[in-house]
């Protein structure tokens, strides 16, 4: 099983994309959450500059945060610095869009958006409105400033069988978030075949967070909690601010997203509530909420384990149809990678 690198747009990200590289890893990401992070764009610029193989992922971009013409740019754009070597993922903006207290696009408008940005991509032409008025476009300056020759790999962010349709009809592979279950995989991968996709099975990466546990070391205990934190803390967010999720989880985990709001002093309901939900979202947890961060979550969203235990899990996701695992290092990047790109498959 490949396996790959996902962080946070920050200066200093390319250093970590040469140590991916150099230890072997498939891919390196960064997330496209504007008012969280830096620009995944720029960063990604600056890992082209310095690997030659790795592949570099932007996860996600959405309509609802990008047009179509400045998408299509910036994606031919990194193309042209890392030719063959760029993958977009696309996504309806859940998270994006909710920092901006607004709500994610639609599936209609995630595969229209999807449909337009490959081709584009491709050297094609695409539709292009604002209000009323619509026109068919390309990118003009082809060859000399951006590169529509060399394939783009495309991904369509899913958690369901709707968005992993839009995979099947637009010939993408997928990608997930904190999606562990075997079964779960098993219906995406239903729903993107019965959609009718591209033949074969394009890929599919799960992004999640790993903590290699030591001899007689505590699966749920500080350490694991630090290292798996924010992809639980993400579940949790999410159920903060959506209360219908929030009323299908367990009486613990409903605490937990209550003991959340709380603490960010803010409630479910309230116009600002995103101010204050996603500070510091998919960074490393302060040690005071440790206590939210649950087993279970632990066990459902992450992986921890036993170098043997991890390994078995990770045979597991590839019978299930997963081709990369993504993890996202947040208490020491340098070590937890070097730790990750010992576990051999």
């Not at 890992?47 to 609802?64: D, F, M, Q, Y």
């Not at 939210?292 to 170098?307: E, K, N, Q, S, Y």
């Not at 081709?323 to 020491?332: G, H, L, R, Y």
Request: glycine share 10%.
């Amino acid at each position: 099983m490949r396996k790959g690198i996902v962080v946070t747009a920050r200066p200093g990200v390319e250093d970590l994309a040469v140590q991916a590289e150099e230890l072997g890893f498939s891919s390196f990401w960064v997330y496209d959450t504007p008012v969280l992070h830096g620009d995944p764009f720029v960063a990604l610029g600056l890992c082209a500059k310095v690997t030659r193989r790795i592949k570099l992922g932007i996860g996600v971009t959405s309509p609802a945060l990008r047009s179509l013409p400045a998408a299509a740019g910036a994606f031919a754009s990194l193309n042209a610095l890392a030719p063959g070597r760029i993958i977009c993922g696309v996504g309806t903006g859940n998270t994006a869009r909710r920092t901006l207290g607004m709500a994610p696009t639609t599936t209609a408008e995630l595969e229209n958006f999807t449909a337009a940005l490959q081709s584009l991509c491709a050297g094609g032409t695409a539709e292009y409105r604002e209000g009323g008025r619509a026109r068919d476009i390309r990118l003009l300056h082809a060859g000399p400033y951006v590169n529509t020759t060399d394939p783009i790999e495309f991904l369509v962010a899913a958690f369901g069988p709707k968005a992993a349709a839009v995979a099947g009809r637009r010939g993408t592979g997928i990608l997930s978030f904190g999606l562990l279950a075997p079964e779960d995989w098993k219906a995406l991968h239903d729903a993107r075949r019965q959609a009718g996709g591209a033949p074969g099975d394009p890929a599919s990466y799960v992004m999640t967070a790993l903590h290699v546990l030591k001899e007689g070391e505590d699966p749920h205990g500080d350490a694991a909690k630090d290292a798996t934190g924010h992809i639980v803390m993400s579940l949790l967010t999410f159920a903060a601010d959506n209360p219908a999720f929030a009323e299908r989880l367990g009486v613990e985990e409903r605490d937990a997203v209550r003991s959340l709001l709380s603490r960010r002093g803010t409630v479910t309901g309230a116009p600002d509530r995103h101010t204050a939900l996603y500070a510091d979202y998919l960074g490393r947890i302060a040690p005071a909420d440790r206590d939210l961060i649950l087993p279970p979550l632990i066990d459902a969203l992450t992986l921890v384990g036993t170098r043997d235990g991890l390994l078995a899990r990770f045979t597991a996701l590839a019978h299930a149809g997963i081709d990369e695992i993504v993890i996202q290092p947040v208490v020491d990047p340098p070590a937890e990678m070097a730790e990750f790109a010992k576990l051999a498959t």
